[in-house]
């Protein structure tokens, strides 16, 4: 319980002001973005009417305020620990990007609020319709790109950089897979910004792979997991029937070799086949090649079916059990398996917000294998339902934050169902790899030096967003271990998996605005609301973010939360190398690091830059501040973005593998640099690449301090009864079967409870 006279105190603060106990993260221009650390007093009339309040009269410290009109996207249930999302809007449009999320408490008080940053003024005039939208936007993808199925456009206002752009925001489902996102200006109708919405990892029923159960690993071998586990045969739970893998939760599709549909409730070629009549939904698995066909990876193949219909209903019921009261958007996911992009082999597996549902492909191994490929796609849907988390530009270069922490979360997540902290031991195993990234390290945003390489297996920033997002998810797995001992979900979950989700639901809706210190801090402060009678939850989960360098040790009331991360700089000290990764880019839009690197040069120094595979770019450098980008004069509906506040700059036209550009820092002092590419074209291709570029601290520079010795957390004391189960409530036990022969003697079984069940 809350004292009253701290209630009393925290609901004084004056209109416009923060109450004073507020732990604040401010975007790089110093407006606020995340406020928790304080409880308002309550309010009647449930989490939207107490969301509103808050807002109505602390909203102008977060820049809400003037002209915004705030529009209701979900509202939590009263009693619960809420999070209410709010879509601003001015002049009656959509501010694309600019969402509210708003923390309430079972007793009707706001604790936190995460919010977009907005710039204050606006720009251009609504001066192309939507058909000219639409031909800019595929045009800003290349010629190579086609539209699949009618793009969709809507008028709204675009955060970029110094201004609110008058702008037509246009989903694009290209062929032969793509599903693309283009802001277009709509004064003048060029390319904005763009970027591919699929959300994706590079690469039955087994309990979660050929090589793995759970945590339970098969032997090693040469460096690869050993296919060691057998089928098992399970209850397939919440089918609407038994003749059809159609169930409550999702619905099966078999594209037999051809491509996925490409819009919501299309099916293509793709086609829901039924059980066998005397076996049911008891296949085997494809165990050797077939002709030219991949092992694994038959297109005829009915065993990925079942287990892309087990393991998403699995993985739905798992994040019901963490949030009884989820969106719409993930209660029923569509899956379509033997996929392949264009007729070609496909080598991934991916959500697709466009499509609303799972496309499993199997070039290499068929993804639908691999449980812990479907936990981590399916998450990316969860986080799309909430709002989305996507890369976008501000002033120092490419926020590339919210698109780290959805691929952390997805792996959380993924982890969480399996209880192991190896993503994609099957998948990986194509790649003569053991897994394709494993959680438990203490990378941070910062990096300790350490060595760094052209496959992006480094420490600290890098821009590539599955990497990056490992500087949060060995955060996760801490604290999955650690609070292995505290019943959550009424003692059906981790803790650790209950406050990532929380986490993520506190924060979705803040879109843009969302970095790594932010949401360190809505995870913190979920942890407060969640177990308010044990503080050393609350505690613990604070001190591994801080361990984990994701917040600075909080200072006093009202002091800004600062957090390593949202420097977004990562110091290159004497004889080391900094990898920086930079997205493919759409035409008009140009390609930057997420990431500025910092020098502290004695006197004259050198760097020496390159670029991998022939990429091509410039290192823009400042003395004394960070260099700035901008979209020069927002009044100019023709202005692009580049690169504006620099001392000096040097191309990069060195490849890696034949040497390096040399650099000259003329003097000593702390010099900031940001790589910017020429940024090939993205249009949807499975082979489209980022370009990876590569400096070096050459000489003239300062050494690097002595480590620090990381502080320690020691976890919360284990509650009565136990720990808790990694998986969702219910799951079902999974039975051996020794002899595939004996599926002809096995029939569908009728209903055992009020939800049908068959045999597979």
Avoid at 655 to 681: E, M, Q
Wanted: proline share 8%; net charge negative.
């Amino acid at each position: 319980m809350i004292p009253a006279i701290l209630l009393a105190a925290l609901s004084a603060a004056p209109a416009g002001e923060l109450p004073p106990a507020a732990r604040v993260v401010r975007a790089p221009g110093g407006q606020v973005i995340h406020a928790s650390g304080f409880v308002a007093a309550p309010v009647a009339g449930g989490p939207e009417a107490a969301a509103r309040a808050f807002l109505s009269r602390h909203g102008e410290a977060l820049g809400i305020g003037g002209e915004q009109a705030l529009r209701l996207d979900r509202a939590g249930a009263a009693g619960s620990v809420a999070a209410v999302r709010f879509t601003r809007s001015v002049e009656g449009l959509p501010v694309f990007g600019g969402g509210v999320s708003v923390g309430v408490s079972p007793e009707g008080g706001v604790f936190l609020v995460n919010a977009a940053p907005l710039p204050p003024a606006q720009a251009g005039a609504f001066a192309l319709g939507e058909a000219a939208a639409v031909e800019a936007a595929l045009a800003a993808l290349g010629p190579a790109a086609r539209l699949r199925a009618p793009a969709v456009a809507e008028r709204g206002w675009l955060p970029f950089f110094g201004a609110l752009r008058a702008a037509w925001r246009v989903d694009l489902p290209v062929a032969p897979a793509a599903s693309f996102r283009v802001y277009v200006d709509a004064a003048s109708g060029r390319a904005l910004h763009g970027l591919d919405r699929r959300r994706r990892v590079k690469g039955a029923v087994f309990a979660d792979s050929p090589v793995a159960s759970g945590a339970k690993d098969c032997p090693l071998a040469s460096g690869v997991y050993a296919e060691c586990q057998q089928p098992t045969q399970v209850d397939l739970p919440n089918l609407a029937g038994e003749t059809l893998l159609s169930g409550s939760h999702t619905a099966v599709w078999n594209c037999l070799g051809g491509d996925a549909p490409a819009q919501r409730g299309g099916t293509a070629a793709c086609q829901q086949l039924p059980a066998d009549p005397k076996t049911g939904f008891v296949f085997a698995p494809d165990d050797a090649p077939t002709g030219t066909e991949p092992v694994h990876g038959s297109y005829t193949d009915r065993f990925a079916e079942v287990m892309a219909y087990w393991h998403v209903d699995r993985h739905v019921a798992f994040l019901k059990a963490l949030d009884p009261a989820a969106p719409n958007a993930l209660s029923f996911l569509p899956s379509f398996v033997n996929v392949t992009l264009g007729g070609q082999p496909y080598d991934n597996a991916y959500f697709d917000p466009t499509l609303g549902g799972m496309v499993f492909g199997q070039g290499i191994r068929d993804t639908t294998y691999d449980a812990e490929v479907v936990y981590h796609e399916l998450t990316h849907g969860a986080v799309d339902a909430f709002g989305g988390l996507d890369e976008f530009y501000d002033a120092l270069g490419v926020l590339a934050d919210p698109g780290s922490v959805n691929e952390a979360t997805a792996d959380a997540m993924a982890a969480a169902e399996t209880g192991s902290p190896e993503i994609s031991r099957y998948l990986a195993g194509a790649f003569g790899a053991p897994y394709l990234r494993k959680l438990g390290g203490l990378r941070t945003c910062q990096g300790d030096g350490g060595p760094s390489d052209l496959g992006l297996g480094v420490d600290g920033l890098s821009g590539e967003v599955h990497a990056d997002g490992q500087i949060w998810s060995d955060y996760f797995w801490e604290l999955y271990q650690g609070l292995g001992g505290v019943p959550a979900c009424g003692g059906k979950c981790n803790a650790a998996a209950q406050l990532q989700y929380k986490a993520l639901e506190l924060s979705a809706g803040a879109r843009n605005g969302v970095t790594f210190g932010s949401y360190a801090a809505s995870l913190v402060a979920a942890a407060q609301q969640l177990f308010p009678s044990r503080k050393d939850v609350g505690a613990y989960v604070e001190c591994v973010a801080e361990r984990h360098q994701l917040l600075d040790p909080a200072g006093a009331p009202g002091a800004a939360r600062t957090s390593p991360c949202d420097a977004r700089t990562v110091p290159l000290y004497q004889g080391e190398e900094k990898v920086a990764y930079l997205e493919p880019s759409v035409q008009g839009e140009p390609a930057l690091a997420a990431f500025q690197a910092t020098f502290a040069a004695q006197g004259e120094a050198l760097v020496h830059a390159c670029g991998s595979q022939g990429a091509a770019g410039t290192v823009y450098l400042r003395k004394g501040a960070p260099v700035q980008v901008d979209a020069g004069n927002p009044g100019d509906p023709s202005a692009t973005a580049k690169v504006a506040t620099f001392d000096l700059s040097a191309p990069i036209a060195s490849d890696c593998a034949r040497g390096a550009d040399a650099v000259t820092l003329p003097a000593a002092g702390t010099w900031y640099a940001l790589v910017a590419g020429t940024g090939g074209t993205a249009t949807g291709s499975a082979a489209d690449q980022g370009q990876v570029f590569v400096l070096t601290a050459a000489s003239g520079l300062a050494a690097r301090p002595k480590a620090t010795v990381p502080r320690t957390c020691p976890p919360p004391a284990a509650s009565s009864g136990g720990g808790c189960q990694s998986g969702p409530a219910g799951a079902l036990s999974l039975l051996p079967v020794a002899l595939w022969a004996l599926r002809k003697r096995l029939a569908v079984r009728g209903p055992r409870s009020p939800r049908r069940r068959a045999r597979a």
